[in-house]
């Protein structure tokens, strides 16, 4: 086994057991939900109010979450569908996760499910479409099995089923009001979960 297997399967765990943690915020209670106003010169904003941009924040992070289950569940064959539900760097941490799992033999089974759904921030005119919205929710693993090539779980026991998260969405290439996962990052504050 490659030494990078070794540090690989405690992440493919985290992972599936969060889908995909990429770090930890140090902040300690969630920010009140802000609008940026685009300049004055910009185009007319594409959320009507931030309720709008938590809906569309929301159905984005299902569509991604049922496009991580299928790819996972199938053994992480044809990773490269993620791209669709994510961007940035994010996507390239995802797409080698994915490719990792593979090569090791391993597939999820179940589904994680998300609650707890708070919203951030809204920015549309971010640098890049960039984190246009960022939200907190709850991610709930206790349904997922991670199974080795043997049909073996590599799940711990005392696992922690719920996770908050906060995750950032930025806008699709070339097509401004539709959503990607961009960030996802462990949350330590308060109140998610």
């Not at 209670?29 to 904003?45: G, H, I, K, W, Y």
């Not at 709930?140 to 996770?163: C, F, H, K, W």
């Amino acid at each position: 086994m490659r030494p990078h297997f070794r540090n690989f399967l405690p992440k493919l765990v985290a992972l599936a057991l969060a889908v995909g943690l990429s770090g930890c915020s140090a902040a300690t209670e969630p920010a009140p939900p802000t609008s940026t106003p685009s300049p004055t010169t910009a185009v007319a904003p594409v959320f009507a109010n931030d309720d709008e941009a938590l809906a569309a924040a929301i159905e984005a992070y299902a569509a991604y979450q049922e496009m991580f289950t299928a790819v996972a569940a199938e053994g992480a064959i044809n990773p490269e569908r993620m791209q669709a539900v994510t961007s940035g760097s994010y996507e390239d941490l995802m797409l080698q996760d994915l490719s990792d799992a593979r090569a090791a033999g391993l597939r999820t089974t179940g589904t994680t499910t998300f609650d707890g759904v708070m919203l951030q921030r809204v920015d549309e005119s971010a640098p890049s479409g960039t984190s246009v919205v960022v939200l907190y929710l709850c991610s709930d693993v206790s349904q997922v099995d991670v199974l080795d090539a043997n049909d073996v779980s590599q799940v711990d026991a005392d696992r922690i089923p719920r996770t908050a998260l906060e995750v950032g969405f930025d806008w699709e290439q070339g097509r401004p009001g539709v959503l990607t996962v961009g960030s996802r990052v462990a949350w330590t504050g308060d109140g998610v979960c």
